[in-house]
């Protein structure tokens, strides 16, 4: 069937269909690679990369000094006074850091402060005098942060705060002539006090980009009200080096470098940068409360970038870092600096989209070209193999370089692609189905008929010879498939002669069919025609045979004619089962092994006849190997003995009939759920006593009368001779 010219065209069109709608959904999904759809998808990818391998930490440039719950229950709620502030900021001084930066916004007055306490409450002049001239607590926390250097942290507002109309004081930033960065812009600022502010070294963001609480990015500048800041970590660094001036410079494909003294950092194009993060550990943090109290080693916080914020769990806002950990929003500073410190960036140029679109047209014309070859099972290994490659490609970029690839989309486009074909696929192979279906049915209604046409070939003996008293015979035929190769013959050439064979073609099935239905038509038309002995009945069944054998078939036969006078059985067998002899109160004898060969094998084959007297009562079982070499489910043979043993079993007085049942019954047991191997073919033939002698010789005389010219068609010969 493989070469039905419809089945071929019905596959090519469903081959095409498949393979447009491969087509179509492949130029679908490069279109959305250029439209900003799917971010959150990307964003998901990127934060599995982050979860697959956190980033290590190496080093611990930086310490969080964290007003904590312990912090609070030793010193009082929040806001501390500004005198308590400095104090701190004094303590940390002590142990010599590198860097010292408040996450910490101080736009009001402090309540504690003398004069704001003398404002705010009912007390007498001369005491609201006395308090007024007392140091403020302000100023007390601006010499601090003047003494020692501090950097503020300052807030990016999308709106502006009448507080503070003026834009921050931060640190020059230069770039090159000609360039002009996109960063992100904030129109307002939300600062410290001036009194405060004016005293700091330097003013850094504290700003984070949180979509969905998750963050992943913190600009590393931004422009504020105007003017250009840094983030928070980022100026305390350039304040800790003494470096006056940031350099932002053209990283090429769509980067940003930020860089100072020999520091350079690999920014997005807007100026932000891609958290990197690590698990978050107590080694960060020291206890405000601990450093008041003078119990921590001053090794834990010299040469350090130290930031102070505030974590208790009442005044905080927690983010969630890529790795699903919930953290004080001034860890993300620290994990910051580790990550400038250790050089250990994330980026995401310009060069990835197209990565992430040859990636994806790659594999799905991968898709679009083999899949309609393939089938179903091998399609979808292809297709298991393609995703397989595609993330091994984002990790790798990911795990060696860095480099941030959304390999989801590829993914995506690949699974599309392949249901899509997949489904063509199916409906070719659905509709083959339906039409081997449709052709199983046909076969099979013809192998019925063809079926029912063998089974009226072979003649049912029990009914054709139900009123014959000198002999009774039964035969049984049990083709392996529908049809089979295996027939027996059973005629009376005159009244006193029965012939009778049983023939066994090479093969199965409908070819071996159509060669025994030659056979025995042949074999039954040279039987009524012969004259002479069952051998010449042979040879020249075997030379007609072989003149129609274009296929170099094979018969085994056995041949017998029975007189039913005396008893006496001529033969011929050609390369066939010899038959068993039983009945009459005698042992079970075998039949010599034939000598000649299987008809169409030698040709010209001269084969001999041989003889056997019956007594009466006796019996001839004459079989095909599909007896002998029916097999169990251990494929061991029934073999002779077997057959042998069951027809020494046979109950006493069984007819013909209950011998083949016995015999049959002994086979079908014994391959219990087996498949049948061969056809499988019984007949039994017992003479029971001569007939009368006159009634033979009264045929005999109407037959002297009979045409003996009368001829059967291609063979030119007379139908019946009377016996000689």
């Not at 104090?87 to 910490?104: E, H, K, M, Y």
């Not at 790798?396 to 074909?421: N, Q």
């Not at 039954?524 to 007609?544: I, K, N």
């Not at 002779?640 to 009939?657: F, K, M, N, Q, Y």
Request: hydrophobic content about 45%; proline content about 6%.
């Amino acid at each position: 069937m493989s070469g039905d010219p419809a089945r071929k065209a019905t596959g090519g069109r469903f081959r095409l269909a498949g393979r447009v709608g491969g087509v179509v959904m492949l130029l679908v999904f490069l279109v959305l690679t250029f439209v900003p759809l799917g971010e959150q998808l990307r964003l998901l990818v990127f934060d599995g990369y982050q979860n697959l391998w956190p980033r290590e930490r190496k080093s611990a440039p930086a310490v969080i000094v964290e007003i904590d719950e312990a912090s609070l229950a030793a010193y009082g709620q929040w806001p501390w006074p500004r005198t308590l502030l400095a104090d701190l900021i004094d303590r940390i001084a002590v142990a010599q850091p590198a860097g010292i930066a408040l996450d910490l916004m101080l736009p009001e007055p402090d309540r504690y402060s003398p004069a704001e306490y003398a404002r705010s409450a009912k007390l007498p002049e001369s005491l609201v005098y006395a308090l007024r001239v007392l140091p403020d607590n302000d100023e007390r926390l601006a010499r601090a942060v003047a003494e020692h250097d501090v950097v503020l942290g300052i807030t990016g507002l999308a709106y502006r705060d009448p507080r503070f109309p003026n834009p921050p004081q931060v640190a020059p930033i230069a770039t090159a002539a000609g360039f002009d960065p996109m960063l992100r812009s904030y129109a307002g600022v939300l600062q410290s006090r001036p009194v405060i502010d004016r005293a700091a070294a330097g003013r850094g963001l504290v700003n984070s980009d949180a979509r969905d609480r998750i963050v992943r990015r913190i600009p590393l500048v931004a422009t504020v009200s105007g003017v250009t800041a840094p983030t928070l970590a980022l100026e305390m660094w350039r304040v800790a080096t003494g470096v006056n001036v940031l350099r932002l410079t053209d990283g090429g494909s769509g980067l940003l470098d930020v860089s100072f003294a020999n520091i350079r950092i690999p920014a997005q194009a807007d100026g932000s940068l891609w958290l990197y993060a690590s698990r978050t550990t107590g080694e960060r943090y020291v206890s405000a409360s601990e450093v008041l109290a003078g119990r921590v080693d001053p090794a834990r916080l010299k040469s350090k970038l130290v930031l102070v914020g505030v974590t208790g769990l009442a005044l905080v806002d927690r983010r969630i870092t890529p790795l699903r950990e919930e953290v004080p929003g001034v860890e993300l500073h620290a994990q910051v600096i580790e990550q400038i410190f250790d050089n250990n960036f994330l980026v995401r140029s310009t060069v990835a989209p197209w990565l992430e679109r040859l990636l994806l047209v790659a594999a799905c014309a991968l898709l679009i070209l083999w899949v309609p070859r393939l089938r179903s099972r091998e399609a979808t290994v292809v297709a298991g193999l393609l995703l397989t490659m595609e993330a091994l490609i984002g990790a790798i970029a990911f795990h060696l370089s860095g480099l941030l690839l959304d390999i989801a989309t590829p993914m995506l486009a690949t699974v599309t692609i392949f249901t899509v074909m997949l489904a063509a696929m199916l409906e070719q192979t659905e509709s083959q189905r339906r039409a081997l279906r449709d052709a199983a049915t046909r076969v099979a209604g013809e192998l019925e008929a063809a079926r029912r046409i063998q089974s009226g070939l072979l003649a049912v003996p029990r009914v054709q010879f139900r009123d014959e008293t000198a002999f009774d015979l039964d035969a049984f035929l049990e083709p392996a498939e529908s049809v089979g190769g295996d027939f027996f013959e059973c005629i009376k050439l005159d009244q006193r002669r029965l012939f009778f064979a049983v023939g066994d073609v090479s093969g199965k099935g409908v070819p071996a069919a159509l060669f025994m239905a030659l056979t025995k038509a042949i074999l039954r038309a040279t039987a009524l025609r012969a004259d002479g002995d069952v051998s010449g009945v042979v040879g020249r069944a075997a030379y007609e045979i072989n003149r129609e054998n274009t296929e170099t078939m094979f018969v085994t036969l056995f041949v017998g004619i029975l007189d039913l006078v005396t008893g006496t059985i001529e033969y011929c067998n050609a390369g066939h089962e010899p038959p068993f002899l039983g009945g009459a109160g005698q042992a079970l004898q075998r039949f010599p092994i034939a000598e000649g060969p299987p008809l169409c094998v030698v040709e010209d084959f001269a084969y001999e006849t041989h003889y056997r007297d019956l007594a009466p009562g006796q019996w001839v079982c004459v079989l095909t190997d599909g007896v002998t070499e029916a097999m169990n489910g251990a494929r061991e043979l029934f073999g002779v003995a077997r057959v042998t043993e069951a027809l020494e079993s046979i109950p006493e007085g069984a007819d013909v009939g209950g011998i083949l049942r016995h015999v049959h019954e002994r086979v079908v047991a014994y391959v219990g759920d087996a498949a049948v191997a061969d056809d499988l073919t019984l007949l039994v033939l017992r003479w029971n006593g001569p007939i009368s002698a006159f009634s033979v010789q009264d045929e005999e005389a109407e037959l002297a009368d009979v045409d003996l010219d009368a001829s059967i068609p291609g063979l030119g010969d007379p139908v019946r001779r009377p016996h000689q």
